[in-house]
Nanobody, 122 residues
Framework: QVQLVESGGGLVQPGGSLRLSCAAS????????MGWYRQAPGKQRELVAF????????NYADSVKARFTISRHNANNTVYLQMNSLKPGDTARYYC???????????????WGQGTQVTVSS
């Protein structure tokens, strides 16, 4: 059973910072790309940032470039999202996504966490 568990969300004032973490656990053979998505009420889920398996390449939504940084620690199957200069428009539920393989010969499959709420408000 694979689980992705996010943490680090909360209420923060505009201009503040938060660091989200997502740890993957269970019987995992390998993890490819990992990413963060967000969904605000009444809106579609959107990609915020993703990072390749070796951490060598990252990509960000235009709305968060230069403010958010994604990183990962492969030894403990964890991905992070450092969020700085937060704006009310960043308010959403943030979801972790991981493309992983359960065995050597299994297909790569996407898994999702339950999400963590980020609210930016004064």
């Amino acid at each position: 059973q694979v689980q992705l568990v996010e943490s680090g969300g909360g209420l923060v004032q505009p201009g503040g910072s938060l660091r989200l973490s997502c740890a993957a656990s269970g019987s995992i053979f390998s993890i490819n790309a990992m990413g963060w998505y967000r969904q605000a009420p009444g809106k579609q889920r959107e990609l915020v940032a993703f990072i390749t398996a070796d951490g060598g390449s990252t990509n960000y939504a235009d709305s968060v470039k230069a403010r958010f940084t994604i990183s990962r620690h492969n030894a403990n199957n964890t991905v992070y999202l450092q969020m700085n200069s937060l704006k009310p428009g960043d308010t959403a539920r943030y979801y972790c996504n991981a493309e992983l393989r359960l065995t050597l010969y299994a297909h790569v499959k996407a898994y999702w966490g339950q999400g963590t709420q980020v609210t930016v408000s004064s």
